[in-house]
């Protein structure tokens, strides 16, 4: 690195010479200003070079490497662990006996030939850091290594925690030669040494509840190390974690709305010790079946036809090799996982219409919900026989912020007083019903119209293409079954027609079964209710791009010097913050129907969804100075009419208006044309806006007042 960098100097210095050198060649006598650098100047800045990487790697590695060395320590913290634990989740910790068992078999083959475990966990909460540590020391494995943001190297906290074996890396470090290169050491002598390794597949924490598509910088460095035989193999251990409430919710909110994260601090965690003191249930532990890192290799190298190992180096198969070991994993992890009664609660609240649900009803749709759930393979916690009225008053204990009761009725009434906090819990179950909601939404499109049975019909050829369209949109957001879409919708028909959903006739049209219309569609209004948010952010995603457009005097596009459109260049965080605004603005105004559809995460998928398509053009910073900017690709260019505003149609609009087609009905959206206007008119507005204004979150909570009794 030090050659290269002095390379680059020497060359500098030579092509100035030469130029100034030439720029002065009628003069006698010239003395250069600067001269090409002699070979003891190269050696003494060579020196310095090396002695600035050596401080710079000793810094690194430093910040880097952790310190599980004192066994004491080890002991006193799985102490202090245990009463933080049993006072936040006073329900304890639920693992499946059969599970660890296996986990351990595999652990002890792996001592025996020194292979080391990489522990994949979901991430929910900083919780998850402690709860797999815990399990392992208190059942006789080796810790693992933890890989951990360089955000919790806090002073004090972050030396705790290396001792507890986490080793702290930057959230991105590609551009860095020297970091890379250590990073990349490190871990493949772990793995040499056949330590342990644990590195969240998502490599943040899931804001939304539903797992997020997998981050693989670790798992790379490890396939590299297999693929260049510097280890021989290891076990990939898939985690579930399911929390019956996840601390950070709340904060969570704040996130995904757009407010900054704040930076954790040793302060954040004295003032967040009020935690300790709270009854949050209890938290379940799933253990996917361990399995060979070499042999996955082998067999997808033998299945994708890569047949000699200079292709396997190649950086495309590594690519894909890459790709399908992250996507299983998430696989592994949903196949694992355990639905909490907090989820089944918030769940039904969520997909029920009406303000609200008595207890009764939500006792039988909870029930129903679970059959649902066990019939399609899912699990659900094991309260040991308890009734089921009781395992919902004790979630609906743990939720007791986000669900309120409504008494002095002729039953209790619970409703969502904090629907955008309760979705996380709802999209802890969605990937066991996606396949049924999007059939459900795309049926929706001819059920809106209403009027006789046969006019709500969709013929399975339609349905496959709508559904193809919607899954393809999606899938940045959700994991698919294995198969092609027609083999899955396949299954899905059938599924819900043996569930008495849908009917289809003799023609193949699928329409709603007479028995689930006699229900008032209730099973059905599920699936769609599961969705629907998820159609209005792409939808949003979409219709934001209106605020690209440059404004009338702007709107003629220039040419570059290739003779193609100039791109009118908009900073990715402007746009961001104006796209929210906009959203909260049209929720407000009754054009959106859920406020948890101007999260930031899913309209982040949502906008690189449609620059995969070629409507957006995303450009990536290539130095630290500058920022990712978007713009809107020339083909999908609105054009204006003679007034200026912005016309009704072309390509974009048919992108809006397809995805629109899925969403949910409401009174203000059922004339195309106002809501067109209306709708356009405010993204000009945000356009032209300077900076972004503040909006307040929807239902705010009651001020607090005296003795902290809140003030209605």
């Given at each position: 690195?030090?050659?290269?960098?002095?390379?680059?100097?020497?060359k500098?210095k030579?092509?100035?010479?030469d130029?100034?050198?030439?720029?002065?060649?009628?003069?006698?006598?010239?003395?250069?200003?600067?001269?090409?650098?002699?070979?003891?100047?190269?050696?003494?800045?060579?020196?310095?070079?090396?002695?600035?990487?050596?401080?710079?790697?000793?810094?690194?590695?430093?910040?880097?490497?952790?310190?599980?060395?004192?066994?004491?320590f080890?002991?006193?913290?799985?102490?202090?662990?245990?009463?933080?634990?049993?006072?936040?989740?006073?329900?304890?910790?639920?693992?499946?006996?059969?599970?660890?068992?296996?986990?351990?078999?595999?652990?002890?083959?792996?001592?025996e030939?020194?292979?080391?475990?990489?522990?994949l966990?979901?991430?929910?909460?900083?919780?998850?850091?402690?709860?797999?540590?815990?399990?392992?020391?208190?059942?006789?494995?080796?810790?693992?290594h933890?890989?951990?943001?360089?955000?919790?190297?806090?002073?004090i906290?972050?030396?705790?925690?290396?001792?507890?074996?986490a080793?702290?890396?930057?959230?991105?470090?590609?551009?860095?030669?020297?970091?890379?290169?250590?990073?990349?050491?490190?871990?493949?002598?772990?793995?040499?040494?056949?330590?342990?390794?644990?590195?969240?597949?998502?490599?943040?924490?899931?804001r939304?509840?539903?797992?997020?598509?997998?981050?693989?910088?670790?798992?790379?460095i490890?396939?590299?190390?297999?693929?260049?035989?510097?280890?021989?193999?290891c076990?990939?251990?898939?985690i579930?974690?399911?929390?019956?409430?996840?601390?950070?919710?709340?904060?969570?909110?704040?996130?995904l709305?757009?407010i900054?994260?704040?930076?954790?601090?040793?302060?954040?965690v004295?003032?967040?010790?009020?935690?300790?003191?709270?009854?949050?249930?209890?938290?379940?532990?799933?253990f996917?079946?361990?399995?060979?890192?070499?042999n996955?290799?082998?067999?997808?190298?033998?299945?994708?036809?890569?047949?000699?190992?200079?292709?396997?180096?190649n950086?495309?198969?590594?690519?894909?090799?890459l790709?399908?070991?992250?996507?299983?994993?998430?696989a592994?992890?949903?196949?694992?996982?355990v639905?909490?009664?907090?989820?089944?609660?918030?769940?039904?609240?969520?997909?029920?219409?009406?303000?609200?649900?008595?207890?009764?009803?939500?006792?039988?749709?909870?029930?129903?919900?679970?059959?649902?759930?066990?019939?399609?393979?899912?699990?659900v916690?094991?309260?040991?026989?308890?009734?089921?009225?009781?395992?919902?008053?004790?979630?609906?204990?743990?939720?007791?912020?986000?669900?309120?009761?409504?008494?002095?009725?002729?039953?209790?009434?619970?409703?969502?007083?904090?629907?955008?906090?309760?979705?996380?819990?709802?999209?802890?179950?969605?990937?066991?019903?996606?396949?049924?909601?999007?059939?459900?939404v795309?049926?929706?499109?001819?059920?809106?119209?209403?009027?006789?049975?046969?006019?709500?019909?969709?013929?399975?050829?339609e349905?496959?293409?709508?559904?193809?369209f919607?899954?393809?949109?999606?899938?940045?957001?959700?994991?698919?079954?294995?198969?092609?879409?027609?083999?899955?919708?396949?299954?899905?028909?059938?599924?819900?027609?043996?569930?008495?959903?849908?009917?289809?006739?003799?023609?193949?049209?699928?329409?709603?079964?007479?028995?689930?219309?006699?229900?008032?569609?209730?099973n059905?209004?599920?699936?769609?209710?599961?969705?629907?948010?998820?159609?209005?952010?792409?939808?949003?995603?979409?219709?934001?791009?209106?605020?690209?457009?440059?404004?009338?005097?702007?709107?003629?596009?220039?040419?570059?010097?290739?003779?193609?459109?100039?791109?009118?260049?908009?900073?990715?965080?402007?746009?961001?913050?104006?796209?929210?605004?906009?959203?909260?603005?049209?929720?407000?105004?009754?054009?959106?129907?859920?406020?948890?559809?101007?999260?930031?995460?899913?309209?982040?998928?949502?906008?690189?969804?449609?620059?995969?398509?070629?409507?957006?053009?995303?450009?990536?910073?290539?130095?630290?100075?500058?920022?990712?900017?978007?713009?809107l690709?020339?083909?999908?260019?609105?054009?204006?009419?003679?007034?200026?505003?912005v016309?009704?149609?072309?390509a974009?609009?048919d992108?809006?208006?397809?995805?629109?087609?899925?969403?949910?009905?409401?009174?203000n959206?059922?004339?195309?044309?106002?809501?067109?206007?209306?709708?356009?008119?405010?993204a000009?507005?945000?356009?032209?806006?300077?900076?972004?204004?503040?909006?307040?979150?929807?239902?705010?909570?009651?001020?607090?007042?005296?003795?902290?009794?809140?003030?209605?």
């Amino acid at each position: 690195m030090a050659d290269r960098q002095l390379e680059v100097l020497t060359k500098q210095k030579q092509d100035a010479y030469d130029a100034e050198m030439s720029a002065n060649a009628n003069k006698k006598n010239y003395k250069p200003k600067v001269r090409p650098m002699r070979p003891e100047d190269i050696e003494a800045r060579r020196k310095t070079l090396v002695a600035e990487l050596i401080a710079v790697a000793k810094s690194n590695i430093d910040k880097l490497v952790c310190d599980m060395n004192s066994m004491r320590f080890i002991r006193f913290f799985a102490f202090l662990i245990n009463n933080i634990l049993v006072r936040m989740y006073h329900q304890g910790i639920h693992i499946k006996e059969s599970e660890f068992l296996e986990l351990r078999r595999v652990a002890e083959y792996c001592a025996e030939k020194k292979y080391s475990m990489v522990v994949l966990p979901c991430h929910k909460s900083h919780v998850d850091y402690l709860v797999i540590s815990y399990i392992f020391f208190r059942m006789g494995l080796a810790l693992p290594h933890i890989a951990a943001g360089d955000n919790l190297d806090m002073p004090i906290v972050g030396k705790v925690l290396k001792s507890a074996g986490a080793f702290f890396i930057r959230r991105s470090w590609a551009d860095d030669q020297l970091y890379t290169n250590i990073v990349q050491e490190y871990v493949q002598e772990l793995l040499e040494g056949g330590y342990n390794i644990e590195c969240f597949i998502e490599g943040t924490r899931s804001r939304t509840g539903k797992l997020l598509p997998p981050k693989l910088g670790v798992l790379k460095i490890i396939m590299d190390a297999m693929l260049t035989d510097r280890v021989q193999d290891c076990y990939v251990v898939p985690i579930s974690i399911g929390y019956d409430k996840v601390i950070e919710t709340e904060t969570y909110i704040n996130e995904l709305l757009g407010i900054p994260k704040e930076k954790e601090s040793l302060w954040g965690v004295i003032t967040n010790s009020r935690l300790l003191q709270l009854k949050m249930g209890r938290i379940d532990v799933r253990f996917a079946k361990p399995y060979s890192l070499r042999n996955f290799m082998n067999h997808e190298i033998e299945r994708r036809e890569i047949g000699n190992e200079s292709e396997q180096m190649n950086n495309t198969a590594k690519a894909q090799l890459l790709k399908a070991l992250g996507y299983k994993v998430l696989a592994d992890i949903n196949s694992v996982s355990v639905v909490m009664p907090t989820a089944l609660v918030g769940t039904v609240v969520l997909t029920l219409r009406g303000r609200g649900v008595g207890r009764n009803e939500l006792i039988r749709r909870v029930e129903w919900l679970k059959r649902e759930i066990l019939s399609k393979g899912g699990r659900v916690a094991n309260f040991s026989g308890m009734e089921t009225g009781d395992v919902v008053d004790r979630a609906l204990g743990v939720l007791k912020d986000l669900v309120a009761c409504q008494k002095n009725l002729l039953e209790p009434v619970f409703y969502a007083v904090k629907r955008f906090e309760l979705s996380f819990y709802r999209n802890q179950l969605i990937h066991l019903f996606i396949h049924e909601a999007i059939v459900a939404v795309t049926m929706y499109t001819r059920i809106k119209i209403g009027g006789a049975k046969s006019t709500q019909q969709i013929s399975q050829a339609e349905l496959l293409n709508e559904v193809t369209f919607l899954s393809r949109l999606l899938k940045t957001d959700f994991i698919y079954n294995p198969g092609d879409i027609e083999s899955n919708l396949e299954c899905t028909l059938q599924y819900m027609k043996k569930s008495n959903v849908i009917d289809i006739d003799s023609e193949g049209n699928v329409g709603l079964s007479d028995v689930e219309r006699g229900i008032g569609r209730e099973n059905y209004d599920f699936y769609c209710f599961l969705l629907w948010p998820f159609v209005e952010t792409y939808w949003l995603a979409a219709v934001s791009l209106y605020t690209l457009i440059p404004n009338a005097k702007e709107s003629t596009l220039e040419l570059d010097s290739n003779g193609e459109p100039q791109l009118h260049w908009v900073e990715e965080r402007v746009f961001m913050e104006k796209t929210q605004m906009f959203g909260k603005t049209l929720y407000y105004q009754g054009d959106l129907s859920y406020f948890e559809s101007v999260n930031m995460e899913t309209l982040k998928n949502g906008f690189n969804r449609l620059s995969d398509y070629g409507i957006l053009v995303i450009k990536k910073p290539t130095n630290n100075k500058e920022r990712t900017k978007v713009a809107l690709h020339p083909n999908y260019m609105p054009s204006r009419g003679p007034d200026g505003r912005v016309c009704i149609d072309g390509a974009l609009w048919d992108m809006v208006e397809h995805i629109g087609t899925f969403r949910r009905e409401g009174k203000n959206r059922r004339d195309n044309a106002t809501v067109s206007s209306r709708v356009l008119r405010f993204a000009e507005i945000v356009a032209n806006a300077p900076a972004p204004v503040k909006v307040p979150l929807p239902n705010p909570a009651p001020k607090k007042i005296g003795n902290g009794a809140s003030k209605l």
